[in-house]
Structures are given as structure tokens and as C-alpha cells.
């Protein structure tokens, strides 16, 4: 994956991640609120983690449950988990 699509892919995942972690914050968005909606976070879908479903728990600022890393393949102009790609 050139590099550019890298950043592409995460900025994605980024951006998503924190528009569902605002959103469940509320209006009046605060660290305190933003750290409970982010520790309260359940079965998210973030766009370039293969579909699955990301979930955090209190005090864990890391996702719980199977993550799985994919890269870009130019063949099938599709994301497919690394581990198929690894050499």
C-alpha cells in the first residue's frame, strides 16, 4: 500500500472513530463527556478494520475483542486482511 493510502485509510478511521465518540458525548462535548462516550463505545463499525466491530470498556483506551489489519489490494481494488498479503 503506497504510504498516501495509508494516511488515507487511517484518517478515515480516525474521523469515524471520534464523529461516534462526539456524537454519543452530546451537545455540550467536554473531555469528561468525550472519555465516558469513548469508554462506553460498544460494536462500532470504523471503516478499514474489515468489518469487524470495535467496542472499549472503562479505563481500556484500547479495543477490545478481534481487530483485523487489512491493506489495500491493487488487483481487486478492495481491503483484505493483511495476513493474506503477508510474505
Do not use: E, M, R, W
Not at 14 to 31: E, M, N
Not at 40 to 63: C, E, H, R, W
Amino acid at each position: 500500500v503506497p504510504a498516501t493510502a495509508t494516511s488515507v485509510i487511517q484518517a478515515c478511521q480516525y474521523l469515524s472513530l471520534f464523529q461516534k465518540i462526539a456524537d454519543a458525548a452530546g451537545k455540550k462535548l467536554t473531555v469528561a463527556s468525550f472519555t465516558k462516550a469513548g469508554y462506553a463505545l460498544k460494536n462500532a463499525s470504523i471503516p478499514g478494520t474489515g468489518g469487524g466491530l470495535v467496542s472499549f470498556a472503562n479505563n481500556q483506551p484500547y479495543a477490545i475483542g478481534p481487530i483485523t489489519v487489512v491493506t489495500y489490494n491493487p488487483t481487486s481494488k478492495t481491503l483484505v486482511p493483511a495476513s493474506a498479503t503477508a510474505k
